[in-house]
């Protein structure tokens, strides 16, 4: 079954007397267990089609599914359906709360929910993504950035979603540390069954993670790569 079923998506921003298209027609889909990658220039619309997906970005038009259920323009994404949805974001010190501490960030998701048994939860996500307890205490300036994407990407785990919507999610970290994160996303999509949906600007990166990819350019899908054309490198000669 098709995690994600996009047809002709539409997105625009409202600019001077006018607007401006984003997103202009996009369709594809993403089947269950996949990682499927966008790539593109600098403003082609990735991040947009990813904010759609995470009910972020509530004003589109065109035809959206997840899970094969119809998603309408101006959702409020609830229930089910929200901690099916997470997404990591490029700049994990801009999405994590800078004075509260991990313990309390991780925390609150769960509460939300009405989940039970924080504090173990906390522990066990902290675990899942190779930190110790001893983060729980610590505010976000007090880690490395590795630590920090780290902690993203424990808080997305937390609710267990089907589907991880993954923005850059390595481009601010060093080579060693990116290589370790993106290792350690493989190995918890391989244990949870887990979809992603991946942007990078980064070939290898790409090449490393995907089953499939489709290259972006000003709003619109212009090319498709399978697994073949992906470990031929066809993406980064483009
Ligand atoms: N909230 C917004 N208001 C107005 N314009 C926006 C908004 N969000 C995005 N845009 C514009 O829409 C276009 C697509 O932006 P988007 O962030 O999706 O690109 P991108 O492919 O993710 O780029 P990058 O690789 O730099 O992250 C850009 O021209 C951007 O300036
Ligand atoms: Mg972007």
Redesign the pocket.
Known sequence: MALIEIDNLQ?S???GHGH?I??ESVSFAVEAEETFS?I????????????VLAGL?REWRGQVRLFGQTIEPLQRFAGQLRRDVQMVF?DPYASLHPQHKIGRTLGEPLKIHGEKQIPTRVLEALQQVGLNAAIAERYPHQLSGGQRQRVAIARALLLRPKLLLL??PTSALDMSVQAEILNLLNRLKREHGMTYLL?S?DGDVIAHMSERAAL?ES?HIVRHYNRADLRAGEHIRE
């Open positions: 997105v921003f409202p600019q401006k984003a997103v966008l593109g220039a600098s403003g082609c619309g990735k991040s947009t089609v990813l904010r970005q490029q923005d850059e942007v600007h972006m709003g």
